[in-house]
Nanobody
Framework: QVQLVESGGGLVQPGGSLRLSCAAS????????MNWYRQAPGKERELVAS????????NYADSVKGRFTISRDNAKKMVNLQMNSLKPEDTAVYYC?????????WGQGTQVTVSS
């Protein structure tokens, strides 16, 4: 069964940090580009960061460049999102995502709230 499970969300003050993790199972993880998306209340889901199968290339939304870092551990089948200098506008549900054999897979999401 192809599955993505996120963890690591929570409440953090502005300027703080969080590290999100996504555990993958049911597919050959090292074959696929992995993505993090987020969706804030009342807004469309947006792509935050991507990393290619062996981590040779990463891409970020302009709004998070220089603050967020995506990484992966193919041996552990994990993809991570280190989020620093968090802002209230980063508040959203964060989703792990991959297109596996032509099918788009989503995790259940993890809530990140940035508030004082």
């Amino acid at each position: 069964q192809v599955q993505l499970v996120e963890s690591g969300g929570g409440l953090v003050q502005p300027g703080g940090s969080l590290r999100l993790s996504c555990a993958a199972s049911g597919f050959t993880f090292s074959t696929y580009t992995m993505n993090w998306y987020r969706q804030a209340p009342g807004k469309e889901r947006e792509l935050v960061a991507s990393i290619t199968n062996f981590g040779g290339s990463t891409n970020y939304a302009d709004s998070v460049k220089g603050r967020f870092t995506i990484s992966r551990d193919n041996a552990k089948k994990m993809v991570n999102l280190q989020m620093n200098s968090l802002k209230p506008e980063d508040t959203a549900v964060y989703y792990c995502n991959a297109r596996v054999r032509g099918v788009v897979i989503w995790g259940q999401g993890t809530q990140v709230t940035v508030s004082s």
